[in-house]
């Protein structure tokens, strides 16, 4: 008996050592043959993009490439390769070589495979550390795209396993294109699963990465688009054709300026690193502040369209580390990053609807992502930096819902110094009560409408009544055509060919307006070969103009303070501070205006037309109080309402008035108690002003979105 059970593991340990001696072999050749170096074969290819949501059964082992983005990155770990293993009986030393995968083990034998196993007893073998080859692992999460998901969709990932030179290459936020092999390996599955062995995931084992920049790296542009973009961009009126191509089915005069606004920061300027290793950023934050139904969330979706990268996210949905990057336990217990939208965003534009629902901690967590565009994480051990060159589009209301004729701007616009100082521009729109520019706007939208449903209707004779809407020729006609083109984005207007096409009947006749496709893809080429710089006589003039901007506010504010008013509206100057930051604002405006024609240096023209934006924008919006009903269009105020200030006599009356009524303790509604006043003959100006005074003093708090009023002194 013992003779026929010895013949199985005398034959056994025979094919072992035969096997071992073949692969000894080959590790020996193969060291003689790199002398003893060890290389990495990377592959570049030209396959057809594979979606990750359609990876199959049939793709199984088989060579694919797959588009997405870095979502998280695991910590670099050591993977062996072979282990030598040593019978600590026998002192028998074998090397075992692993075949099964990134995220396979190696199986130790339970018995000795010396000259005399029985001897040896179970499990004789120990790992020889010292003498083991090992290999550098990661695992990676590449996600789909943010638009390349369906709508309703959630969007699918899966893991990657990188090795060797590819570990550290590519942090949360990195746009790639992997060519890897699709493999399966057994997760761990519930308590309850049976049969585990049977049903395994879906990994790719990564052989080559190329990287996107976010501005063109993985773009390529046929020679004759490149020909239709270079006499796009040779033509003198290429800032307007660009500005009327941002969402054409938006239209109102308020709308001009903020269209040039997101042309500007969708070219940007040129992002600089100094001598010294310090980074300035080139990417331009816009803020759009103003009335409901004023068309701002439509803008932001327009600009996370044409964005080369874009995401959208609303304030009142969003979180700090949602916002940011997280720190994720993984099923091993061991922490990970996942990025944020602002890291998703990197090379783009995220927008960030309802800016001041967002809580005051989770706005602060994007300060640093604004201005130095990085997002510094130190959580859980993990302490890295991630990069967040992004734009920032926001959009808010006032404290109130609707902008307030009766406070001012600094207790309209109830946001920090610290954070308005970060957007370059920031407009302030008003819903203005005019009955010529109702009717336009009317017309507008009704022919929007007819247009869109006689182009859905074959039956469209009865819409020619229309005669007031000018839905058929003229000026209207051309609208329509454009807000067309805006909503058909996913047809075979995606074809280099159509898009070379759109670009070269603009450029030829200056008539029209770019589509979605086209309007992106100028994007991306302009900022792909184009990284304008200033020049003397540019940098002299904005140099002389910020100064003069200065003193102009400096002058205010002190005339603000002198007059008898000083303690009612001395704080108005300081809603929207201008610094120096407002000084770096300028020059990437004027940068990204050079870079739309394709030209290195900046002109004069660009810094006249930058300074412009910005009166318009940041400085009207910081002198609301002041200019008015003039320009912002007037709520049918009375005149009394448009400057007069009162005398420290009506304050005082204000006052007296408001302490008589108020009793300590009481909340009371502050829109009734400014009635109850104006029907006994108070101005109501001044009684609003009275109760902004009281409130600083800290004799009145307001509650509930200062809709109520508490004295407590």
Same mark, same amino acid.
């Not at 890291?343 to 809580?359: N, P, Q, S, T, Y």
């Not at 010529?436 to 022919?447: A, F, N, S, T, Y």
């Not at 103009?545 to 100057?573: F, H, L, P, W």
């Given at each position: 008996?013992?003779?026929?059970?010895?013949?199985?593991?005398?034959?056994?340990?025979?094919?072992?050592?035969?096997?071992?001696?073949?692969?000894? $072999?080959?590790?020996?050749?193969?060291?003689?043959?790199?002398?003893?170096?060890?290389?990495?074969?990377?592959?570049?290819?030209?396959?057809?993009?594979?979606?990750?949501?359609? &990876?199959?059964?049939?793709?199984?082992?088989?060579?694919?490439?797959?588009?997405?983005?870095?979502?998280?990155?695991?910590?670099?770990?050591?993977?062996?390769?072979?282990?030598?293993?040593?019978?600590?009986?026998?002192?028998?030393?074998?090397?075992?070589?692993?075949?099964?995968?990134?995220?396979?083990?190696?199986?130790?034998?339970?018995?000795?495979?010396?000259?005399?196993?029985?001897?040896?007893?179970?499990?004789?073998?120990?790992?020889?550390?010292?003498?083991?080859?090992?290999?550098?692992?990661?695992?990676?999460?590449?996600?789909?795209?943010?638009?390349?998901?369906?709508?309703?969709?959630?969007?699918?990932?899966?893991?990657?396993? *990188?090795?060797?030179?590819? #570990?550290?290459?590519?942090?949360?936020?990195?746009?790639?294109?992997?060519?890897?092999?699709?493999?399966?390996?057994?997760?761990? +599955?519930?308590?309850?699963?049976?049969?585990?062995?049977?049903?395994?995931?879906?990994?790719? /084992? @990564?052989?080559?990465?190329?990287?996107?920049?976010?501005?063109?790296?993985?773009?390529?542009?046929?020679?004759?688009?490149?020909?239709?973009?270079?006499?796009?961009?040779?033509? $003198?009126? *290429?800032?307007?054709?660009?500005?009327?191509?941002?969402?054409?089915?938006?239209?109102?005069?308020?709308?001009?300026?903020?269209?040039?606004?997101?042309?500007?920061?969708?070219?940007?300027?040129?992002?600089?690193?100094?001598?010294?290793?310090?980074?300035?950023?080139?990417?331009?934050?816009?803020?759009?502040?103003?009335?409901? =139904?004023?068309?701002?969330?439509?803008?932001?979706?327009?600009?996370?369209?044409?964005?080369?990268?874009? @995401?959208?996210?609303?304030?009142?949905?969003?979180?700090?580390?949602?916002?940011?990057?997280? @720190? #994720?336990?993984?099923?091993?217990?061991?922490?990970?990053?996942?990025?944020?939208? !602002?890291?998703?965003?990197?090379?783009?534009?995220?927008?960030?609807?309802?800016?001041?629902? %967002?809580?005051?901690?989770?706005?602060? $967590?994007?300060?640093?992502?604004?201005?130095?565009?990085?997002?510094? *994480?130190?959580?859980?051990?993990?302490?890295?930096?991630?990069?967040?060159?992004?734009?920032?589009?926001?959009?808010?209301?006032?404290?109130?819902?609707?902008?307030?004729?009766?406070?001012?701007?600094?207790?309209?616009?109830?946001?920090?110094?610290?954070?308005?100082?970060?957007?370059?521009?920031?407009?302030?729109?008003?819903?203005?009560?005019?009955?010529?520019?109702?009717?336009?706007?009317?017309?507008?939208? !009704?022919?929007?409408?007819?247009?869109?449903?006689?182009?859905?209707?074959?039956?469209?004779?009865?819409?020619?009544?229309?005669?007031?809407?000018? #839905?058929?020729?003229?000026?209207?006609?051309?609208?329509?055509?454009?807000?067309?083109? %805006?909503?058909?984005?996913?047809? =075979?207007?995606? =074809?280099?060919?159509?898009?070379?096409?759109?670009?070269?009947?603009?450029?030829?006749?200056?008539?029209?307006?770019?589509? *979605?496709?086209?309007?992106?893809?100028?994007?991306?080429?302009?900022?792909?070969?184009?990284?304008?710089?200033?020049?003397?006589? $540019?940098?002299?003039?904005?140099?002389?103009?910020?100064?003069?901007?200065?003193?102009?506010? /400096?002058?205010?504010?002190?005339?603000?303070?002198?007059?008898?008013?000083?303690?009612?509206?001395?704080?108005?100057?300081?809603?929207?501070? &201008?610094?120096?930051?407002?000084?770096?604002?300028?020059?990437?405006?004027?940068?990204?205006?050079?870079?739309? /024609?394709?030209?290195?240096?900046?002109?004069?023209?660009?810094?006249?037309?930058?300074?412009?934006?910005?009166?318009? =924008?940041?400085?009207?919006?910081?002198?609301?109080?002041?200019?008015?009903?003039?320009?912002?269009?007037?709520?049918?105020?009375?005149? %009394? %309402?448009? +400057? @007069?200030?009162?005398?420290?006599?009506?304050?005082?009356?204000?006052?007296?008035?408001?302490?008589?009524?108020?009793?300590? +303790?009481?909340?009371?509604?502050?829109?009734?108690?400014?009635?109850?006043?104006?029907?006994?003959?108070?101005?109501?100006?001044?009684?609003?002003?009275?109760?902004?005074? !009281?409130?600083?003093? +800290?004799?009145?708090?307001?509650?509930?979105?200062?809709?109520?009023?508490?004295?407590?002194?």
């Amino acid at each position: 008996a013992q003779d026929n059970d010895g013949a199985p593991n005398d034959l056994q340990n025979e094919n072992s050592a035969n096997s071992n001696n073949y692969n000894n $072999a080959n590790q020996l050749e193969m060291e003689e043959l790199f002398h003893g170096n060890s290389i990495q074969l990377l592959l570049r290819g030209n396959l057809s993009p594979t979606p990750l949501r359609s &990876i199959q059964s049939q793709h199984m082992n088989s060579l694919l490439r797959c588009p997405g983005i870095v979502i998280s990155a695991s910590k670099v770990r050591s993977r062996s390769t072979n282990i030598q293993i040593r019978c600590s009986r026998c002192q028998h030393a074998t090397t075992i070589y692993a075949t099964s995968g990134p995220f396979g083990g190696v199986s130790i034998p339970q018995r000795c495979m010396g000259p005399n196993p029985a001897e040896c007893g179970p499990a004789p073998y120990a790992v020889v550390p010292d003498n083991c080859t090992f290999v550098d692992q990661q695992t990676l999460k590449l996600q789909e795209a943010p638009e390349a998901v369906p709508t309703g969709e959630m969007p699918r990932s899966v893991l990657l396993a *990188v090795e060797r030179t590819l #570990v550290d290459k590519c942090p949360p936020g990195t746009r790639v294109c992997v060519l890897a092999i699709a493999s399966l390996f057994t997760s761990g +599955g519930g308590a309850g699963s049976s049969g585990g062995g049977s049903v395994k995931s879906v990994y790719l /084992r @990564v052989v080559g990465i190329e990287k996107d920049s976010g501005t063109g790296g993985l773009v390529n542009f046929s020679p004759r688009e490149e020909e239709a973009f270079r006499l796009l961009a040779q033509r $003198a009126d *290429v800032f307007d054709i660009l500005s009327r191509s941002i969402a054409p089915s938006i239209s109102g005069s308020y709308t001009i300026d903020i269209k040039k606004a997101l042309c500007c920061q969708l070219f940007s300027g040129s992002r600089k690193k100094l001598p010294d290793g310090m980074k300035l950023r080139g990417d331009i934050n816009v803020l759009l502040l103003g009335d409901p =139904s004023m068309a701002k969330s439509q803008f932001l979706k327009y600009a996370v369209r044409v964005a080369p990268v874009g @995401v959208y996210t609303s304030g009142k949905g969003s979180s700090a580390a949602g916002l940011t990057a997280s @720190v #994720v336990r993984d099923q091993r217990g061991e922490f990970y990053l996942e990025g944020g939208a !602002m890291v998703l965003a990197d090379g783009g534009v995220v927008a960030i609807d309802e800016f001041d629902k %967002m809580r005051p901690a989770d706005r602060v $967590a994007i300060h640093e992502a604004m201005e130095q565009q990085t997002i510094s *994480v130190a959580k859980a051990g993990i302490t890295t930096v991630l990069n967040s060159r992004s734009s920032v589009l926001a959009a808010a209301n006032p404290v109130f819902g609707r902008y307030d004729d009766l406070k001012s701007a600094s207790e309209n616009i109830d946001l920090m110094t610290t954070i308005l100082s970060r957007f370059d521009l920031i407009f302030l729109v008003r819903d203005v009560r005019n009955e010529e520019l109702d009717k336009m706007i009317c017309h507008h939208v !009704m022919g929007v409408h007819i247009s869109n449903s006689r182009s859905g209707n074959s039956k469209s004779g009865n819409l020619e009544s229309f005669g007031d809407f000018n #839905v058929v020729g003229g000026s209207g006609d051309g609208v329509m055509e454009g807000d067309l083109g %805006m909503t058909d984005t996913t047809g =075979s207007n995606t =074809s280099p060919e159509a898009i070379a096409e759109n670009a070269m009947k603009v450029a030829m006749t200056g008539i029209g307006e770019l589509d *979605v496709p086209t309007m992106k893809k100028y994007v991306q080429y302009c900022k792909a070969k184009c990284s304008p710089r200033l020049s003397e006589e $540019a940098g002299d003039i904005l140099a002389s103009s910020y100064v003069k901007i200065r003193d102009d506010v /400096r002058r205010r504010s002190m005339e603000a303070s002198s007059g008898t008013q000083n303690e009612v509206n001395g704080d108005a100057q300081t809603v929207i501070p &201008i610094t120096v930051r407002q000084l770096e604002a300028l020059v990437r405006i004027s940068e990204s205006l050079a870079k739309m /024609r394709l030209e290195l240096e900046v002109q004069a023209e660009d810094v006249a037309e930058a300074l412009r934006l910005f009166k318009v =924008s940041t400085m009207a919006a910081n002198s609301a109080d002041k200019q008015g009903d003039s320009r912002l269009g007037g709520s049918g105020n009375p005149p %009394m %309402m448009m +400057g @007069v200030a009162p005398s420290r006599d009506d304050m005082l009356r204000s006052e007296s008035f408001l302490k008589s009524r108020l009793v300590i +303790g009481t909340v009371v509604n502050k829109q009734r108690i400014v009635e109850e006043a104006a029907s006994q003959g108070y101005n109501a100006m001044f009684i609003a002003k009275a109760m902004s005074v !009281m409130v600083m003093r +800290g004799e009145i708090q307001e509650r509930n979105q200062s809709r109520l009023i508490k004295r407590v002194k």
